[in-house]
């Protein structure tokens, strides 16, 4: 069975660590494979897991083109990008790197589709009005009455 935890402060703090490093060896454009070359890769979070050996990075190549070419050559570059974040982290174990993309883009377009649909809109719209008839109404009982307070 999985539980569902919420990361502990170390591993939110580990994990921004390794975001931070992955950035800088990827701005550096340090790496040899030819799908990478002048590609330009956002690390949107690090997820460390609870013991730190593992941590998840989630990826965007700017544009989001080619994003499963980016993710492969990404994985098969693990090596080299762990060995440097040895070299610039103060970690007992440095972790096993995993990428994935972000799909957290994605859904917000689709949110975003959602909400802009007419139908919708106009359902916001009218829950939007209802509230502030109620508003209205609690504002008007509230004028009348004399609590003494």
Known sequence: ?????????????????????LAGVLARDALRDPVLRGVSITVTEVR????????????????????????????????FLRGEIARNLRLRYTPRLVFEIDESFNQADRIDALLRRPEVARDLAGAHDVSNADKSQGDRAGKGRDDGA
């Open 48 to 79: 460390a897991s609870p013991d730190l050996r593992n941590a998840t990075a989630f990826v965007m190549p700017l544009g989001g083109t080619d994003m499963q070419d980016v993710a492969a050559a990404l994985t098969r570059a693990a090596p």
């Open 1 to 21: 069975m999985k539980r569902n935890r919420t990361p502990t402060q170390r591993q939110l703090r580990v994990g921004e660590e390794i975001r931070h490093a």
